[in-house]
């Protein structure tokens, strides 16, 4: 009876109000307990649901009102064209590895490894260890923790050949995922207007911190086994650069890892002519074939500048890296961060220390190398299956990603835009050339989908290039 009176009532007052005007006021609930002969709890939860539904709206002392519905009106942006001018260079928009995809996609864009990879039991109790701490409620240095500093230069300091002064604690910037680092390290080391020395295909977020830096980008050709030694000369002498930018471990997209002679002609280069390499060790957790061979372990006399990130194989949400850089630059560099960001969160420290130095750390390591083997090979295995025509460069020795180059001529964005529309996201390899790509190519990663969908993925990519 109460829920039949109250539905009369709604439905009486919504007839009511396609006539009023907005602001209008509704019969009073004394006038509709008259009317419909409804108890007043009836009457209250009929009014309750009109105002659920948007149709009313009560004025405390004052009544019941119909609602004002806004006019909807078209909303013009054009005067912010003149107000913001051209866009910066490099400003373009997201990645495609940034890309958010449909549930049922198949993404092999993405540029993490999948949740279920990582260590989700040690975050998650790191982080609720350090909610108790001081780190919660107080400002962290502006250098970092110091006791994460000591194992960031500790790792490096372990990779150190006999002979060779380690990095120090001091010498370790604490910072909130390499993208800011590489933001400062070009602004306070190579600065604006001048040229950098890049390897040819390179990290997209190199180029992107490049662009908002104002550096000016020289291309270094880069195969499986790195750059040429001899180019690497040639280039600075013509350029007269002073730093040259390189991921000599797991390069991102390759997988590559440069032989060691190589590193140490590198490392005789740059000492020559005064300059500096910037070894993002990005990878430095994902080997699979091989264990990394971090170059700056054999510099003691600051010609190396080091980032090393957690985010790929502890947890995206834990935004931590560090710098190691020594002298000057690295007070710079630390100058240039402090007036950025300040200091990064300590909550955030404190958690990444908590996980790296527990032994299960170790554990953890050992176990995603594998996970990622197996990955790994079940792509290639998929590709060399299903889509022939896509070929592999090289099989990365550790790393997230294959590096697939497609068949000479091939309209790459026709081939990512055909894919997606059958369900699967890859990422265009033009993103990672600071210049003309020297091919046809794309960039899987196999460390983030579903490995059961591999095949599938793989017979979307030779269907797509078979009617190409």
């Not at 054009?78 to 001018?85: E, K, V």
């Not at 999948?114 to 989700?120: T, W």
């Not at 040429?228 to 590559?256: H, K, L, S």
Request: net charge neutral; charged share 20%.
């Amino acid at each position: 009876m109460s829920q039949d009176s109250s539905d009369r009532i709604v439905a009486g007052v919504r007839a009511w109000i396609a006539t009023a005007s907005p602001g209008a006021r509704v019969p009073s609930n004394r006038a509709l307990m008259a009317e419909y002969g409804a108890s007043p709890v009836t009457v209250q939860k009929a009014m309750q649901h009109l105002v659920r539904l948007g149709l009313v709206e009560s004025r405390p002392g004052a009544g019941t009102f119909v609602r004002a519905v806004p006019t909807a009106r078209a909303v013009d942006y054009g005067w912010q064209t003149a107000a913001l001018g051209t866009a910066p260079a490099g400003l373009a928009g997201l990645s495609s590895t940034q890309r958010t995809v449909a549930p049922d996609a198949i993404g092999l864009h993405s540029g993490y490894p999948a949740v279920d990879l990582l260590p989700e039991r040690l975050v998650r109790q790191a982080l609720v260890r350090a909610a108790r701490t001081d780190a919660a409620l107080t400002r962290s240095p502006a250098a970092g923790l110091p006791e994460l500093q000591a194992w960031f230069a500790g790792e490096l300091a372990a990779a150190a050949p006999a002979g060779v002064t380690p990095a120090s604690a001091r010498d370790a910037l604490i910072i909130s995922g390499s993208q800011s680092g590489l933001s400062s390290i070009f602004r306070a080391v190579v600065g604006v207007g001048q040229p950098l020395l890049i390897e040819s295909p390179t990290y997209w977020g190199a180029m992107l911190a490049a662009a908002q830096a104002g550096v000016v980008l020289v291309p270094i050709p880069s195969g499986p086994h790195g750059p040429d030694p001899d180019d690497v000369e040639r280039a600075f002498v013509q350029t007269g650069a002073r730093a040259f930018y390189a991921q000599p471990t797991f390069a991102n997209p390759t997988g590559a890892q440069w032989p060691i002679a190589t590193g140490q002609a590198v490392l005789e280069t740059v000492r020559r002519h005064g300059a500096f390499l910037i070894e993002d060790d990005w990878a430095h957790d994902l080997g699979i074939d091989a264990d990394p061979r971090p170059i700056a372990a054999s510099d003691d006399d600051g010609h190396v500048v080091y980032l090393r990130s957690l985010t790929k194989s502890a947890s995206p949400a834990l935004r931590v890296a560090a710098v190691i850089a020594r002298g000057p630059a690295r007070d710079r560099i630390l100058a240039d961060r402090a007036a950025e960001s300040m200091y990064v969160s300590g909550l955030l420290q404190a958690a990444a220390l908590d996980v790296v130095t527990q032994p299960a750390w170790r554990t953890h390591l050992r176990g995603f190398r594998e996970h990622l083997r197996v990955r790994r090979d079940l792509l290639i295995s998929s590709l060399a299956a299903h889509a022939p025509a896509a070929h592999v460069e090289g099989v990365p020795v550790g790393g997230l990603n294959l590096w697939v180059r497609l068949p000479e001529g091939t309209d790459v964005v026709q081939v990512v835009r055909a894919c997606e529309v059958r369900g699967l996201i890859i990422a265009p390899g033009s993103e990672w050339f600071p210049a003309e790509p020297s091919g046809s190519y794309v960039r899987l990663n196999y460390a983030n989908a579903d490995p059961g969908r591999f095949a599938e993925a793989a017979g979307i990519l030779g269907a797509v290039l078979d009617g190409v």
